[in-house]
């Protein structure tokens, strides 16, 4: 209690602040053009797989960059929609598809089984609307050995995002196969699952945004939020450093900028980290532009354009399990 009271106290005298500007955000273009071709069509160097899985067919999007050489190993991030959204529209919207044709490393996006995600909880689902009751975590864990019998993978090197429902899924896979994760971080959704009596402590990362209508950021919203009272992005912070065996009593600022901030702990067991990355303009969409391609789209809700998959995918590529050899065809 006494990290958290400690941590609630200093955002209160921040988020004042700043609340002058949140009327009044930056007005941004949302027709800007993403970086790969508009044309869903997905030929190159997109490809779609499917397996059978407890008797479902279960589909994901794969992304091989041109730039990689797949006689080395690279790296592999799994890139999770977001509830009622499927694998096509996370491809355009979260940007990690653009920054792995910048960087080389291989994306894949999984589709929900009605597409939604079992990301657990009290009961295996919180509500039919809300959530799948699939093996969710059985199956992205088949996928993820499917595509290592085909790819040069570095199994050291593999991480999880996602938005949402994805993102807790994310934080599931977290807690529930940290022994497969590099590191995890998402956008938009707290740790709901029951952690696993064997976890390891693997670095974490949530970004969400301050004005977020539909998983509250904090829980003195006017409204309760849909997951309950005793979830906020702050209580999720101090829930992973305490998972993390993290030390101090209140987050190290990291990063201070007009539209967001970078706060967490960086002294934690198995040299983990935990952050909470702030867009103090931002509702429940966080990324850089809506979907382009949907009709209608999600919504412009980063309207400062804080680069959020970027803050995650450099948060992400610093880690990497020791002793684990990759895995090369």
């Given at each position: 209690?006494?990290?958290?009271?400690?941590?609630?106290?200093?955002?209160?005298?921040?988020?004042?602040?700043?609340?002058?500007?949140?009327?009044?955000?930056?007005?941004?273009?949302?027709?800007?053009?993403?970086?790969?071709?508009?044309?869903?069509?997905?030929?190159?160097?997109?490809?779609?797989?499917?397996?059978?899985?407890?008797?479902?067919?279960?589909?994901?999007?794969?992304?091989?960059?041109?730039?990689?050489?797949?006689?080395?190993?690279?790296?592999?991030?799994?890139?999770?929609?977001?509830?009622?959204?499927?694998?096509?529209?996370?491809?355009?919207?979260?940007?990690?598809?653009?920054?792995?044709?910048?960087?080389?490393?291989?994306?894949?996006?999984?589709?929900?089984?009605?597409?939604?995600?079992?990301?657990?909880?009290?009961?295996?689902?919180?509500?039919?609307?809300?959530?799948?009751?699939?093996?969710?975590?059985?199956?992205?864990?088949?996928?993820?050995?499917?595509?290592?019998?085909?790819?040069?993978?570095?199994?050291?090197?593999?991480?999880?995002?996602?938005?949402?429902?994805?993102?807790?899924?994310?934080?599931?896979?977290?807690?529930?196969?940290?022994?497969?994760?590099?590191?995890?971080?998402?956008?938009?959704?707290?740790?709901?699952?029951?952690?696993?009596?064997?976890?390891?402590?693997?670095?974490?990362?949530?970004?969400?945004?301050?004005?977020?209508?539909?998983?509250?950021?904090?829980?003195?919203?006017?409204?309760?939020?849909?997951?309950?009272?005793?979830?906020?992005?702050?209580?999720?912070?101090?829930?992973?450093?305490?998972?993390?065996?993290?030390?101090?009593?209140?987050?190290?600022?990291?990063e201070s900028q007009n539209d967001y901030d970078i706060r967490g702990y960086t002294n934690c067991?198995?040299?983990?980290?935990?952050?909470?990355?702030?867009?103090?303009?931002?509702?429940?969409?966080?990324?850089?532009?809506?979907?382009?391609?949907?009709?209608?789209?999600?919504?412009?809700?980063?309207?400062?354009?804080?680069?959020?998959?970027?803050?995650?995918?450099?948060?992400?590529?610093?880690f990497s399990k020791e002793g684990i050899e990759p895995i090369a065809t």
């Amino acid at each position: 209690m006494g990290r958290l009271s400690s941590t609630l106290g200093i955002l209160l005298l921040v988020f004042p602040m700043i609340s002058g500007c949140i009327s009044e955000p930056a007005n941004v273009d949302s027709e800007e053009e993403p970086a790969l071709d508009e044309n869903p069509n997905f030929d190159t160097p997109f490809s779609e797989h499917c397996i059978q899985y407890d008797d479902l067919e279960r589909c994901w999007l794969l992304l091989i960059p041109p730039i990689i050489n797949e006689t080395s190993a690279v790296p592999l991030l799994i890139d999770i929609h977001g509830g009622g959204d499927d694998m096509y529209e996370q491809r355009w919207t979260s940007d990690f598809a653009n920054i792995s044709m910048e960087q080389g490393f291989i994306v894949v996006y999984p589709q929900g089984h009605n597409n939604f995600w079992n990301m657990g909880g009290p009961t295996p689902c919180l509500s039919e609307i809300l959530c799948s009751d699939e093996d969710d975590i059985g199956f992205i864990l088949q996928m993820l050995d499917t595509i290592m019998e085909n790819h040069s993978i570095d199994k050291s090197r593999v991480y999880s995002t996602g938005w949402s429902n994805g993102c807790g899924m994310t934080q599931r896979l977290a807690v529930q196969a940290s022994e497969v994760f590099a590191a995890t971080g998402c956008m938009a959704m707290y740790k709901l699952s029951e952690v696993s009596s064997d976890y390891s402590p693997i670095p974490f990362m949530e970004v969400h945004g301050l004005l977020d209508e539909i998983v509250h950021y904090a829980t003195t919203a006017p409204t309760a939020p849909i997951f309950g009272p005793e979830n906020g992005a702050i209580q999720n912070l101090e829930s992973w450093a305490e998972l993390n065996g993290c030390e101090g009593s209140i987050p190290e600022v990291i990063e201070s900028q007009n539209d967001y901030d970078i706060r967490g702990y960086t002294n934690c067991e198995n040299e983990a980290q935990v952050m909470l990355v702030t867009l103090f303009f931002a509702a429940h969409n966080p990324y850089e532009h809506d979907d382009p391609v949907a009709q209608p789209g999600r919504g412009w809700a980063n309207p400062t354009g804080v680069p959020s998959s970027t803050i995650v995918w450099e948060f992400l590529n610093q880690f990497s399990k020791e002793g684990i050899e990759p895995i090369a065809t």
